[in-house]
Nanobody, 129 residues
Framework: QVQLQESGPGLVKPSQTLSLTCTVS??????????WNWLRQPPGKGLEWMGA???????SYDPALKSRAAISRDTSKNQFSLQLSSVTPEDTAVYYC?????????????????????WGQGTQVTVSS
């Protein structure tokens, strides 16, 4: 059974960097051909795909984040992480990590939960001074 768990601070000040980690159990993040994704859902809005890291370490991002996002991984801990710099209150959201395929590791206007086969429970991040 694959399980994902997000961790990180729930409150970040404007202009600072948001850092989240997703710990995976029941599967290796190096398993071919999975992609490990970060998504978020702002209050009152739909899911947004932010970026992903592939089984071989390649990364892809939503251009709308304007290079603020960086995804990395630690294969020894079976974790992958998100850093989002220069945050503003508009970055307030529930942040999720999820496993998917190459087809769902891309920016698009509508993101559906069933496009990913395993999800973390989500973690609320609020950007406020």
């Amino acid at each position: 059974q694959v399980q994902l768990q997000e961790s990180g601070p729930g409150l970040v000040k404007p202009s600072q960097t948001l850092s989240l980690t997703c710990t995976v159990s029941g599967d290796s993040i190096e398993t071919m051909y999975y992609y490990w994704n970060w998504l978020r859902q702002p209050p009152g809005k739909g899911l947004e795909w932010m970026g992903a890291i592939s089984y071989d370490g390649g990364t892809s991002y939503d251009p709308a984040l304007k290079s603020r996002a960086a995804i990395s991984r630690d294969t020894s801990k079976n974790q992958f992480s998100l850093q989002l710099s220069s945050v503003t209150p508009e970055d307030t959201a529930v942040y999720y990590c999820a496993r998917g395929s190459v087809e769902s590791a891309r920016p698009r206007s509508t993101v559906l939960r069933h496009e990913y086969d395993n999800w973390g429970q989500g973690t609320q991040v609020t950007v406020s001074s």
